[in-house]
């Protein structure tokens, strides 16, 4: 799955065939749902400001490519390089190339940690990031 794209039915298959953990899946997202809705029912305006949130998100993804090339000429200005990436092997060639700059490699004490916004792969787990056969602790905010 080197592309990127995923088989959805098989790996759907494979998390019905445990039977426990759709079971977990389902209390946990009926428990979440229902945590939710107690507090949407205590405030009145709730519909409003969902719908308030979704102009909001759209606007936002609607001028993101904007938004993005703002934030690169603010960085810039104050002596920042912002980095572009088309995907994560390109991401990883990038990386390791600021460190073998900064020489980086060869000290044995590399130790990179990579925060991510919380996307994950398929599985729930981060995607990877190989630098360079140097090891990676990923976090997510």
């Known amino acids: 799955m080197k592309d990127g794209s995923h088989n959805h039915v098989a790996l759907a298959e494979k998390f019905n065939a445990d039977e426990a953990r759709v079971n977990w899946h389902d209390e946990t997202l009926w428990w979440v749902r229902q945590k939710r809705d107690k507090q ?21 993804l609607s001028n993101l490519h904007d938004y993005l090339l703002q934030f690169e ?28 700059k900064h020489g980086a490699f060869g000290t044995g004490s590399l130790r990179i940690l990579v925060v991510t916004n919380g996307c994950t792969s398929v599985g729930g787990q981060p995607s990877g990031l ?9 976090g997510q905010r």
């Not at 603010?74 to 990038?94: C, F, L, P």
């Open 40 to 60: 949407a029912w205590q405030l009145p305006e709730w519909e409003q400001l969902r719908d308030k949130a979704s102009e909001i998100k759209l606007h936002t």
């Open 73 to 100: 000429q603010n960085a810039q200005r104050h002596g920042i390089t912002v980095h572009w990436a088309a995907d994560a092997q390109e991401h990883n060639t990038i990386v390791h190339s600021i460190l073998q």
């Open 130 to 138: 190989s630098v360079g056969g140097e090891g990676c602790t990923q």
